[in-house]
């Protein structure tokens, strides 16, 4: 098996919300716009959460999943790259969570 990667996952979401497929979630979502996507993903995100709460693990892959693409969709709609997320998830390596989060601007 290859690695699948979020890259991989990023194409596959660009490729299929510009298809034209009347059959393709993506592009459905694609063309609701970003308060539907945004939405979704919300509604993801809270699945999530339930199911790691729950310990239900199984569950927790699953919302998991759905929660990534929908992000991934959300950022498509957005026009940002996975690249710049990973650029500043980077960025933000070389010092501590508590050093990073006081380092923000306020408001």
Do not use: G
């Given at each position: 098996m290859t690695e699948f990667?979020?890259?991989d996952l990023e194409k596959i979401v660009w490729e299929r919300a510009h298809s034209g497929d009347p059959d393709s979630w993506t592009a459905k979502?694609?063309?609701r716009g970003i308060d539907k996507a945004a939405q979704k993903l919300g509604e993801e995100a809270v699945e999530t959460v339930i199911a790691a709460v729950k310990g239900d693990k199984q569950a927790l892959v699953s919302e998991s999943a759905d929660l990534i693409y929908h992000w991934l969709?959300?950022?498509g709609l957005s026009?940002?790259?996975l690249s710049d997320v990973l650029k500043e998830l980077e960025s933000r390596t070389g010092r501590s969570g508590i050093a990073e989060k006081a380092s923000r601007p306020k408001g």
């Open positions: 990667s979020l890259s979502l694609f063309a969709v959300v950022l026009e940002v790259p």
